[in-house]
């Protein structure tokens, strides 16, 4: 199939207007479209109705605030990528956001419809599981806040229900921590064959205090590293604990083979980028 089903179009002229459109069976919110569009184009999804949010500047914006960095679900992936505030504090994010996809698709695929695509080889997914953000979802009855490590029930499902919408992620600021991403792809612009995210906060005898781990691409039930994170909390900061780490998250995902590779190599580079992560959050938590 090559073009989408017939569709109502309807384009939202406040947020308001939106949760009263999203409220009629099988409507779909369009963002960037570069995930919904060609899904529709392959019949594997079938709106009745696409509601245009693209018009919601108010939902464009990243912005501090109450000590969280707060991102609108409309903002794209380049505006992240161009934030200095958002690459002071969560470096994760602009890690991240250099190998998602290219530029065309960065400068239209929006935050909001990564998270909500629910893609398991979304990158953000993971990224903002490490951050431990929380998802803010808009409805007829006003805000509703999910972490974004209970966000994603399953590959392409999230717990966005009819008549809902993401306005928002916010991602706690904590001083002196660091982050990193690290993605192995075929080829530039391609999917993650398997990426790691990492945030650590440290004492001051190099312990680690919390750590933050989201993995790619690799089954990690909610994107989550979570034995490797127990394992770490009150560890020295050094090689030997990143190392073991990574072999936890590597036991504990479920990664399945495909065209990019067989489990135990996906399982090796969950070993390798997990401690690359941690190895590169340290140095940038020291600095
Ligand atoms: C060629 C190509 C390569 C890509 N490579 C990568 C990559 O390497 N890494 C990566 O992470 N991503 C990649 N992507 C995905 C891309 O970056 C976007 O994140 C993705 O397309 C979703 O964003 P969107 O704004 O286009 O969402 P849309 O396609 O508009 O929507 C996706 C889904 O989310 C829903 N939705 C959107 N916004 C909201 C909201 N605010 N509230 C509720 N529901 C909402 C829609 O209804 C739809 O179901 C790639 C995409 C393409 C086309």
Redesign the pocket.
């Known amino acids: 199939m090559q073009v989408p089903s017939h569709v109502e179009y309807e384009r939202a002229t406040s947020v308001e207007h939106a949760l009263s459109l999203l409220r009629r069976y099988e409507t ?12 529709m184009k392959l019949r594997l ?1 079938q ?1 009745e109705m696409l509601v245009d ?1 693209n018009g919601l500047t108010e ?1 464009a914006y990243i912005k501090l605030d109450g000590g969280q960095l707060r991102i609108g ?2 903002a ?2 380049a505006d992240l990528l161009d934030s200095a505030l958002a690459g002071q504090h969560f470096p994760i994010f602009h890690d ?1 956001e250099r ?4 530029p065309i ?2 400068l ?3 935050v ?8 398991p ?5 993971a990224a903002f599981a490490a951050t431990h953000a929380t998802a803010v ?1 808009r409805g007829a009855d006003g805000s509703r806040e999910v972490p974004v490590r209970e966000f994603h029930l399953g590959p392409y499902e ?1 717990v ?1 229900g009819r008549g ?4 928002e992620v916010r991602v706690p600021v904590h001083a002196g921590a660091g982050s990193a991403y690290e993605k192995i ?1 075929r080829r530039v ?4 064959v398997a990426a790691a995210g990492a945030v650590l906060r440290l004492d001051r005898e190099n312990t680690v205090k919390d750590a933050g781990i989201g993995l ?1 691409a690799v089954g990690a039930e909610h994107f989550v590293a979570a034995e490797a994170e127990e394992y770490l909390r009150g560890r020295a900061a050094d090689e030997e604990s990143f190392a073991a780490a990574g072999a936890i998250a590597a036991e504990h995902c479920h990664p399945v083979a495909d065209q990019r590779g067989p489990e135990d190599y996906k399982r090796h580079l969950v070993a390798e980028l997990t401690t690359r992560a941690l190895r590169h959050a340290a140095k940038r938590a020291a600095s």
Not at 28 to 39: C, E, F, K, N, T
Not at 189 to 192: K, M, Q, R, T
């Open positions: 779909r919110v369009l963002a960037g479209g570069h995930s919904l569009i060609p899904m999804a709106p949010i939902l679900a409309l794209r992936h991240a190998v998602v996809a290219d698709v960065r239209w695929g929006t909001g419809g990564s998270l909500c695509q629910a893609d080889s979304e990158d953000l997914s979802i999230t966005v809902e919408l993401l306005a792809a612009g391609d999917w993650s790619t």
